[in-house]
């Protein structure tokens, strides 16, 4: 069994930072490709960013130049460092990480940019 917990998540004022940390535990829980991504409310959930188990690192027009997602596979994490933020920006974010060949979801984290 593979858990997947996100943290970091909460109120942020408009134009602040936030940095979001996504860990893996269970017996076999190797993070391998990894992404983040996030739901408004009354949308669909998006694709923010992902990176792969080498670093190589993509994301969404909307983010570039203001998040930056990396990882740390000594500690087997992935984290989303998230700078100017803005109202758009908020909403409940998810850490989806492949372990072996299985992907799996944590709970979300909120986050909310008050303007």
């Known amino acids: 069994q593979v858990h997947v917990v996100e943290s970091g998540g909460g109120l942020v004022q408009a134009g602040g930072p936030l940095r979001l940390s996504c860990a893996a535990s269970g017996s076999i829980c190797r993070i391998n490709d990894a992404g983040w991504y996030r739901q408004a409310p009354g949308k669909q959930r998006e694709l923010v960013a992902t990176?792969?188990?080498?670093?190589?690192?993509n994301s969404v027009d909307s983010v570039k130049g203001r998040f930056t997602i990396s990882r740390d596979n000594a500690k087997n994490t992935v984290d989303l460092q998230m700078n100017s933020l803005n109202s758009e920006d908020t909403g409940v974010y998810y850490c989806n990480a492949f372990v072996r060949e299985y992907s799996y979801w944590g709970q979300g984290t909120q986050v909310t940019v008050s303007s």
């Open positions: 990176i792969t188990r080498g670093g190589r690192t």
